[in-house]
């Protein structure tokens, strides 16, 4: 079974930065889509930035635009998440997703249309 391993998440004062990581067990498979999502307690898991490889779109919302910035390495296996200024409302857990199917390239992204996930790396952003 293909897994997804973030890394990079801890603690760090509003305007700070921090860089996310998410790596797969595999190099066998190729992904239609990758993206991160994001959770706070008592928030719906919210599609922070993908990359669909299908029709080559990236994708950043609104809330983080200008200070996100995702990239992938060039074997479509790894996924980053560089985040600059970060506020305290950007505080909650970090999940990578990878998608295997057209259904993924819906923009924003959706949890429900991604079917691999990690198990998350939490963002602390104190004021």
């Not at 008592?42 to 990236?58: L, T």
């Not at 994708?59 to 390495?73: E, L, N």
Request: overall charge positive; some cysteine; charged content about 15%.
């Amino acid at each position: 079974q293909v897994q997804l391993v973030e890394s990079g998440g801890g603690s760090v004062q509003a305007g700070g930065s921090l860089r996310l990581s998410c790596a797969a067990s595999t190099y066998t498979y190729s992904w239609y889509c990758m993206a991160w999502f994001r959770q706070a307690p008592g928030k719906e898991r919210e599609g922070v930035a993908a990359i669909v490889s299908y029709g080559g779109s990236i994708y950043i919302g609104d809330s983080v635009k200008g200070r996100f910035t995702v990239s992938q390495a060039n074997d479509n296996h790894t996924l980053y998440l560089q985040m600059n200024s970060l506020k305290p409302e950007d505080a909650a857990m970090y999940y990578c997703a990878a998608g295997q199917s057209r259904s993924c390239t819906v923009l924003p992204p959706r949890p429900t249309l991604y079917t691999y996930w990690g198990q998350g790396t939490q963002v602390t952003v104190s004021s």
